[in-house]
């Protein structure tokens, strides 16, 4: 947290699980699946967190349940100072404005029997905002704010490319003017090149309009080059989280560095030399953790301590805490394979 600066959006012991169905004859039978189990962290105003881990980790659920579009089981989410826990749709509405979402299909995520117009239009009627010529003139601003043309206006989802519909999901979330925006592996979905230019294009809105955002994504790639910090997830939990130079230098966590090692290196001599940390095992279900560390089974450096006692996010160095008791050892044994 940047000093004399108040964050933007806190979320402390953040948990959202789900009561799930046996199958079969265990019909009957309740398990809870823990999707996010105990997160932590905060965003400045201007700063973009990443949040990164494989698929199944629970990024997403995160990013969907501080906008309360998932209602958290536990813990609380605070916004501009505000706890929304408590609050009724209603009360969250004005909140809502300015907290939106941008989703990684662009496709799926776009009504096909609605215009490009009516689909930008939507939130501005939703939140009363500007009425009759002053609403054209806003949806135009909105398409050339993302580099998209206001005559198509009256065109249909169908009708673009995933890299312009994908400008229209983003045009949708500024519509309202919003001050933080999750960004649902917005890249994903897209050809490497058209990445490339909606990261571009929102770093740029970001600095012209001091957005923030949560970046989530599983390439480390991307995420380094849209984070000012990084938390990385394990099957429903934040393992590391610093500052990005900080931990592409030097990552503490195993895991962390398993994902590290698995990046693609383009220069193929480079690639040839490193030594890939390859994990065993496949990740363990969210409604069967393991006891103690969760990463234990698949972890080379797991000890009889990580199978009974579960490590604490503990400060490491300045702005980086990692969940791992050999995290120093862990440190030591890295080998950069990524910049």
């Known amino acids: 947290m940047s000093a004399g600066v108040a964050p933007l959006l806190e979320v402390e012991a953040l948990k959202v699980h789900y009561v799930v169905r046996g199958e079969g004859w265990l019909i009957r ?41 998932e209602r958290p089981t536990s813990g609380s989410v605070r916004f501009q100072g505000t706890l929304l826990n ?21 496709f799926a995520s776009l009504d096909p029997r609605m215009t490009i117009g009516q689909i930008i239009a939507e939130p501005l009627s939703v939140h009363h905002l500007y009425e009759g ?78 957005l923030s955002y949560l970046f989530i994504a599983h390439d480390l790639a991307v995420v380094g080059q849209m984070s000012d910090r990084v938390a990385v997830m394990y099957l429903g939990k934040i393992v590391e989280i610093a500052e990005r130079d900080t931990l592409y230098q030097r990552p503490h966590h195993p895991y962390t560095q398993a994902l590290f090692s698995a990046v693609p290196v383009p220069d193929p001599k480079l690639a040839q030399q490193r030594k890939r ?31 009974t006692d579960e490590p604490a996010l503990r400060v490491v160095g300045p702005n980086h805490r990692v969940a791992c008791h050999f995290a120093e050892e862990s440190a030591k044994r890295f080998e950069p394979t990524f910049a």
């Open 86 to 106: 408590n609050l009724s749709e209603e009360e969250l509405r004005p909140l809502r404005r300015r907290m939106q979402i941008v989703f990684q299909d662009p």
């Open 277 to 307: 940390m390859v994990l065993p095992g496949e990740v363990p279900s969210p409604i069967r953790p393991p006891s103690g560390c969760r990463f234990h089974p698949r972890c080379p450096l797991a000890q009889q301590v990580c199978r």
């Open 133 to 210: 010529k002053a609403r054209k003139d806003r949806i135009a601003e909105l398409l050339t704010m993302v580099e998209l043309s206001p005559d198509f206006i009256q065109r249909y989802p169908h009708e673009f490319s995933g890299g312009q519909r994908q400008r229209i999901g983003i045009a949708r979330a500024l519509a309202v003017e919003p001050s933080f925006i999750v960004l649902d592996e917005p890249v994903s979905a897209l050809d490497v090149s058209i990445q490339a230019q909606i990261l571009a294009l929102l770093s740029g809105l970001q600095t012209r309009l001091n």
């Open 29 to 69: 039978e309740r398990h809870v699946l823990r999707a996010v189990d105990d997160v932590s962290f905060h965003i400045d105003p201007g700063e973009t967190l990443g949040l990164v881990g494989e698929s199944g980790c629970g990024k997403s659920t995160t990013g969907r349940s501080i906008l309360h579009l």
